[in-house]
């Protein structure tokens, strides 16, 4: 899965691209640190060792000479995050042919801007950058790092991404994809409208449907003949009558009786695009809303924290987990074309698992190796099973995370406070008292 589309030729490109080179004799080479981190985003949930292992474990000889730790980590910090970010950009784009249904809307691609964010590891220098969420003043939870995606709606393909911190905002990183969207239809939440958004993506030949909230454009300027009207946008403090601001056609409705939805859009035309069509059309937003499920819960794990401390690691583990799933995404199209059915058809979690399997096939021999192994242990120590002395550690009780997210303030003070990390601990003695 990973070297029919990261080939050691685009490997060894944006190695060049990058400067990453091997610095040493003996040092993990760049182009397997590259491959290993993509497999760190497969397997998220194994540690190093085991990660490595499924990669050479079919390779004779290979397996006994497995790094440690630590060495992973160096390595890993030699690579970096950029050249994984350029990977993503060499793959990444739309997937859906022309005839794929749902995928386009009067000959325009349909995309969707939406955002998501990953628990990384509590360390003052994650916290530091990427920032997180703060009740009544105190962190409640991991830092956590943002990532905002152009998503194709009919595929989930990523045609790009922005990597920021928690203390980044949306339409910040939506204006960073702006210029991968020409001639899509973009369509985004309540929380992006903004000029400046508006200006970015217009102004890269895209076209937008965005929800708003009430006061956004809520003044007409121009009633059309379908019900809906044309409005000017603006910056906050300025005049309707600004020349800062940007027209647009807001359409509003409901759906089955309940609150009134506000759309925009640069569609200004009611005859070629009507307001029902559009209207029906802002539901496949929530294409994106599956693709992030499709990382976060399946591919992650759900509530799974990220590996580093350290924050270039943490964004090299972002795009990697972009890159992986956007060779799932390959995966499932060509599935789907090769047997004539839609891509929503094929089970994105059949595929993972799939896609897991086949790279643990390469070590089918591991049960023998594990027996004969276990029967030197008493001889010979291991530092792969064997963890050695387990160390004297205590930490302070609290939810890192609350029970539910709308927990009243009083539960989140309550539940995080004296909040200090595991620390290592002297011997305690227990005194007997008979009675």
């Known amino acids: 899965m990973l070297t029919r589309w990261v080939t050691p030729e685009l490997v060894t490109q944006a190695s060049a691209e990058c400067s990453s080179r091997d610095i040493r004799p003996g040092a993990l080479p760049v182009g397997f640190m590259v491959y290993f981190t993509l497999a760190l985003a ?8 085991d990660v490595a292992e499924n990669l050479v474990g079919g390779i004779d000889g290979m397996a006994g000479f497995i790094p440690n730790r630590s060495s992973f980590t160096r390595a890993r910090q030699r690579l970096g995050s950029r050249i ?28 969707a801007v939406d955002g998501f964010v990953l628990d990384v590891p509590d360390s003052p220098a994650n916290r530091a950058e990427f920032g997180g969420p703060v009740k009544a003043g105190q962190p409640a939870g991991f830092p956590q790092v943002r990532v905002v995606t152009l ?51 217009v102004g890269a030949g895209a076209h937008l449907l965005l929800r708003s909230r009430s006061p956004v454009a809520s003044r007409p300027v121009e009633r059309l003949p379908d019900g809906t009207y044309l409005a000017r946008m603006n910056l906050a403090g300025q005049k309707g009558s600004h020349p800062g601001g940007v027209l647009v056609r807001v359409i509003e409705y409901q759906v089955d009786g309940g609150e009134t939805v506000r759309l925009l859009t640069d569609l200004m035309d009611p005859a070629a695009y009507p ?11 929530w294409e994106a809303e599956s693709a992030f499920r499709q990382i976060k819960t399946f591919q992650r794990g759900p509530a799974e924290v990220l590996r580093s401390g350290d924050p270039d690691l943490v964004r090299q583990e972002a795009w990697a987990h972009l890159v992986v799933h956007h060779c799932l995404t390959r995966i499932i199209m060509d599935l789907a074309e090769g047997n004539g059915i839609d891509p929503d058809r094929v089970s994105f979690v059949k595929v993972l ?33 064997d963890n050695g002395l387990r160390r004297l550690r205590e930490a302070d009780r609290f939810l890192k995370r609350p029970d539910s997210k709308y927990s009243s303030k009083l539960s989140y003070r309550t539940n995080n406070r004296d909040r200090r990390p595991t620390r290592r601990v002297t011997t305690k003695t227990i005194t007997l008292h008979p009675r």
């Open 275 to 285: 307001a029902t069509e559009l209207a029906a059309l802002y539901h496949e937003r």
């Open 42 to 49: 497969l397997f998220q949930q194994d540690p190093y060792d």
């Open 353 to 385: 698992k799939h896609a897991r399997r086949s790279v643990v096939r390469q070590c089918a021999d591991t049960p023998k190796k594990i027996k004969k192994f276990l029967a030197t242990l008493a001889a010979k120590a291991s530092r792969k099973l």
């Open 151 to 201: 998503t194709e709606c009919g595929t989930h393909a990523q045609i790009d991404a922005a990597v920021g911190g928690f203390n980044r905002g949306e339409p910040e990183l939506a204006i960073a994809v702006a210029g991968s969207a020409s001639g899509m239809l973009v369509i985004m939440d309540r929380g992006f409208p903004g000029v400046a958004l508006w200006k970015a993506y």
């Open 84 to 111: 994984l970010e350029v990977l993503f950009r060499r793959l990444a784009g739309p997937l859906a042919p022309n005839d794929l249904t749902g995928s386009f809307y009067r000959g325009m691609r349909l995309a």
